[in-house]
């Protein structure tokens, strides 16, 4: 069992930066991929940033590729996500969540995931 807590979510102006973590419970967090969801109003959860167990891989949405940066410390079972030059569409409900199975396997494969924290950018 893996319990996931996100935090650093909030309000920023358009063009500022966050840094979301998601620390995790349990000793097997380096046996996870982790990746960073996202869900706007009205719209269907998307995944925006992924990296494997080792941090040798990463993917990014389109969407977010040169502005966020996904990183993991397994010694402190934290995943983070830095989020630069940020959008009015960036404004989200960000989930993280732990994916035991294949890389890069979809929202529903993932095993575990965290309560979400509210991301709001401002025009």
């Known amino acids: 069992q893996v319990q996931l807590v996100e935090s650093g979510g909030g309000l920023v102006q358009a063009g500022g930066s966050l840094r979301l973590s998601c620390a995790a419970s349990?000793?097997?967090?380096?046996?996870?991929?982790m990746g960073w969801f996202r869900q706007a109003p009205g719209k269907e959860r998307e995944l925006a940033a992924a990296?494997?167990?080792?941090?040798?891989?990463?993917y990014y949405a389109d969407s977010v590729k040169g502005r966020f940066t996904i990183s993991r410390d397994n010694a402190k079972n934290t995943v983070y996500l830095q989020m630069n030059s940020l959008k009015p569409e960036d404004t989200a409900v960000y989930y993280c969540?732990?994916?035991?199975?294949?890389?890069?396997?979809?929202?529903?494969?993932?095993?575990?995931w965290g309560q979400g924290t509210q991301v709001t950018v401002s025009s």
């Open positions: 990296i494997s167990r080792s941090g040798s891989r990463t």
């Open positions: 349990g000793r097997t967090f380096s046996s996870y991929d």
């Open positions: 969540a732990a994916d035991m199975g294949k890389w890069l396997g979809t929202q529903y494969e993932y095993d575990y």
